[in-house]
């Protein structure tokens, strides 16, 4: 059930947001107050996030090695997997964030008869996950055309390359079916995967519901609902929103401000939910260290500087104490301290 219950926050907040439309005065609350509530907690949060995160101390070089390191020259070393240079850390980690070349990599084990235990290549999720991520990044591009005046000749482009296809009129973009598509496939993993269920929270599901409500409200006012919104006011109000002088007109319509309700919701839930994986790559200690513990002794910086102590210290500084508990010492107190 615990899918079940991510529905049904869903269904709340649409809800919410259709019935405050309804109201006199309420759509400056859901078009201009809460966007800008919702983006301060995106920024804050981030920003917060990332700040704790770059304040935790890395004592040991926890790299996540999945080849040869750097040894003797006859040995031959995997650059990307052992990085031993920062140029290799840097080129590793953008196979990483550009490609998910770590998820390419996925495999799943299953046992037979025998019992024997067989482990095959699953590329699916990794398939899954490009689309997923790509799709919304494509979108989240076109849209910045709302908010820019005049709209930058690059944008575009991008728009023309992404509804190439030209299907249907207006023509349906790739990136808004990549996004309901990886949305399906990623919430169905979770579903028909049996150890992946088991594991699967109520906070794995929501976002991925929240995701494909968002787009769905967003395809609705693209290819259905056109008549019953104002693109003039509505781009009016996206770049009063940027120049800090937003206005709403009469006729925007009430699945525009479910849609901006929804994306405000979860910009306000994303710097604390695992979502904030965009950010934490960069920070992840078993990407971007090298692996060169051979060559070169890892010190942690946050450590305190500790002067040796050695036993004959040790032992001045708590001879007294050591002798009252029957503890053997190497030297006798003085006799002025025996009196």
Not at 301 to 328: C, K, Q, T
Request: proline content about 6%.
């Amino acid at each position: 059930m615990k899918y079940a219950f991510s529905f049904l926050a869903v269904i709340a907040l649409i809800l919410i947001a259709w019935l405050g439309s309804q109201i006199p005065g309420m759509p400056y609350l859901f078009g201009v107050a809460l966007p800008y509530l919702a983006m301060m907690i995106f920024l804050g949060g981030c920003v917060y996030k990332v700040v704790q995160w770059a304040k935790s101390p890395v004592p040991f070089p926890i790299q996540t090695t999945c080849g040869q390191g750097k040894s003797l020259d006859f040995i031959k070393h995997d650059r990307l997997e052992a990085p031993s240079t920062n140029a290799e850390v840097v080129a590793r980690m953008f196979l990483e964030i550009v490609t998910f070349r770590s998820l390419f990599r996925n495999t799943k084990s299953e046992i037979h008869d025998g019992p024997q235990i067989t482990y095959e290549s699953s590329k699916w999720l990794w398939v899954f996950a490009l689309i997923f991520h790509y799709s919304f990044l494509s979108i989240v591009v076109r849209h910045m055309r709302l908010f820019l005046d005049p709209v930058p000749a690059w944008i575009g482009w991008w728009e023309f390359i992404d509804g190439i296809f030209e299907v249907g009129a207006p023509g349906w973009y790739i990136s808004d079916v990549g996004l309901v598509v990886g949305c399906l496939l990623l919430f169905s993993r979770r579903l028909i995967t049996r150890h992946v269920r088991y594991i699967s929270l109520m906070n794995d599901y929501f976002p991925l519901v929240l995701i494909f409500t968002i787009a769905v409200t967003g395809i609705l006012m693209r290819y259905v609902l056109r008549t019953d919104i104002d693109i003039v006011n509505i781009k009016h109000l996206t770049v009063g929103l940027v120049s800090l002088s937003p206005t709403i007109g009469a006729k925007i319509g009430s699945i525009f401000f479910i849609h901006v309700f929804l994306v405000c919701v979860l910009l306000a839930y994303f710097p604390f939910s695992k979502l904030m994986h965009f950010a934490g790559v960069f920070l992840s200690p078993t990407r971007n260290l090298k692996n060169n513990s051979r060559a070169v002794r890892h010190e942690n910086p946050w450590n305190p500087r500790i002067l040796p102590h050695s036993y004959a210290g040790y032992e001045d500084e708590f001879r007294e104490f050591m002798v009252d508990a029957g503890i053997p010492v190497e030297k006798e107190l003085s006799p002025a301290k025996d009196e």
